[in-house]
């Protein structure tokens, strides 16, 4: 990963948008480190990665997620077949903002959006 970084800062980035996968989350504190140390605005789905030091967030609760993906297993243990089973999208979608970050990085996050997420880290 930090290579990844050190070629951002070469090709001097805006920011960098991490893939939205298993990977990446179990990773959010690396990723929010690298992001901080090199000093490159990290924007991504996952508020755990704006939890670790990334810029902005904006995707699916998983929470919400993971609680609809238990309710479907129940239903299924129950006898339900799968493919009787609705299919459904995320319904609720968290914006975040970490302002400790932005005054590291030098960054200003703009009042609209600060006003409108879900959660601030100060």
Known sequence: MEKAFEAATEQKVDAI???????????????????????????????????????????PDLSMLFRRSASLVDQILKGAKPGDLPIGRPGHFELGANLQTAQALNVTIPFSIVSRATYVRQ
């Not at 605005?41 to 990334?54: C, M, N, Q």
Request: hydrophobic share 45%; no cysteine.
């Open 17 to 59: 948008l991490p893939l939205s996968d298993p990977i990446a989350l179990g990773n959010a504190a690396r990723i929010g480190a690298l992001s901080l140390r090199y000093k490159i605005p990290l924007v991504s789905p996952f508020r755990e990665i704006t939890d670790a030091g990334g810029l902005l967030s904006y995707g």
